[in-house]
């Protein structure tokens, strides 16, 4: 009985794992019509994420006058003219790299706009779920538009997959031809695309079956040996204890490591030396017309020393910590950073302590960076 449950169960859940609809007598016009349909949420989605990473280089590159359209997700031709101006008069290299990725990724923008544009010329208008929509009734309501019979509708819309459950925002395309149904769900305005909720139905489905397996083993008491019974429940209880005991730890391990990383990856990586004996050693190089910078002996390994940039943008250097009777100039490698711009350096008047304080902290996360020390 118990394995029986158990089938039934897994069969449900497989049923739910289909994430998109399609029809099951394909025409072809119907088939044409669905792939569109998928391309077009597909570079929907992409355009979504690309106006997200597009956001996040306006903030990188500290351009706080520039709004994107809402709808499009692009500049408009003033803002990228403006734009276009910043990278010719900029001296800064790496902050002209920044506002040129701006401008690339709204290239990527507008072609994706473009694509979908494009595709849904092709296609007719979909529905737009509501709150308590359901995949099912939307095609009966268009099928009958279509001046399709009451019985005929339902029986062509049981050839198709039908989704269980539709996230409000979500795009329901409808495609009728030469007598067949089809259709395709794409996230549209949605906050969650259409494989993720059905994950979450998946999941909630077992979390059903999990309970109703444990339902059965109760009723199991009242018709087994209550000896075997208290041995088999003592089994399941060892068993669900070694499996939680294996659960926690792993989850402490993941937690661990994720931690571990996260602070990695908010950090700063940095090492305090002496000018000179970083030269000796081959970790920096000193120019005689140009500015220190990583030498042959540059190694991750080097880097033993982090700050943790959410918490902290301060680092203090002491001459006795040095082996100096005072602190003459700190030198920043790699270059690229500009006092006063990405950090501020302030050397206290008996010259034994110098603090740098870091004004752009997001430009050091995850970052190596060597500070050398000269009297």
Excluded at 118 to 133: F, I, M, W, Y
Excluded at 195 to 203: H, I
């Amino acid at each position: 009985m118990k394995r029986a449950l158990r089938t039934t169960l897994l069969a449900a859940v497989a049923s739910m794992a289909l994430v998109f609809t399609a029809c099951k007598r394909e025409d072809p016009q119907i088939r044409e019509l669905t792939q569109k349909a998928a391309e077009a949420d597909k570079a929907g989605q992409q355009l979504g994420q690309a106006g997200s990473e597009q956001q996040k280089k306006l903030a990188q590159a500290g351009v706080t006058d520039v709004r994107v359209n809402a709808e499009t997700m692009q500049l408009s031709e003033e803002q990228k003219k403006a734009l276009e101006e910043r990278i010719k008069n900029e001296k800064n290299s790496s902050y002209q790299a920044l506002l040129q990725e701006v401008l690339d990724k709204d290239k990527e923008i507008k072609d994706l706009n473009g694509k979908i544009a494009k595709l849904k010329q092709d296609l007719p208008t979909p529905d737009r779920a509501r709150e308590g929509d359901s995949h099912y009734g939307m095609a009966i309501k268009f099928l009958k538009k279509k001046g399709v019979s009451d019985p005929e509708a339902r029986k062509l819309v049981s050839n198709v997959n039908i989704m269980e459950k539709l996230a409000p925002g979500f795009e329901v395309y409808h495609f009728y031809a030469n007598g067949v149904y089809g259709t395709w769900v794409a996230k549209g305005r949605a906050k969650i695309t259409p494989s993720e909720l059905q994950k979450q139905e998946r999941e909630k489905i077992e979390g059903e079956r999990d309970t109703a397996v444990a339902e059965n083993e109760k009723l199991q008491e009242d018709v087994l040996d209550l000896e075997d019974q208290k041995k088999r429940l003592s089994e399941d209880i060892e068993g669900l204890r070694a499996e939680r005991s294996t659960l926690i730890e792993e989850r402490a391990k993941l937690q661990g490591e994720n931690a571990e990383q996260l602070g990695k990856l908010n950090s700063l990586h940095y090492i305090v030396g002496n000018r000179d004996a970083l030269k000796k050693e081959g970790i920096i190089e000193i120019p005689v017309f140009a500015k220190d910078r990583a030498g042959k002996n540059w190694r991750d390994d080097l880097f033993t020393l982090s700050l943790d940039l959410r918490s902290s943008e301060v680092i203090t250097i002491k001459a006795a910590d040095m082996n100096l009777k005072k602190i003459g100039k700190v030198n920043v490698v790699p270059g690229s950073y500009v006092k006063d711009e990405h950090y501020k350096l302030v050397i206290s008047e008996d010259k034994q302590t110098a603090t740098i304080t870091l004004l752009k902290k997001e430009r050091f996360k995850n970052d190596k960076v060597v500070f050398a020390v000269a009297d």
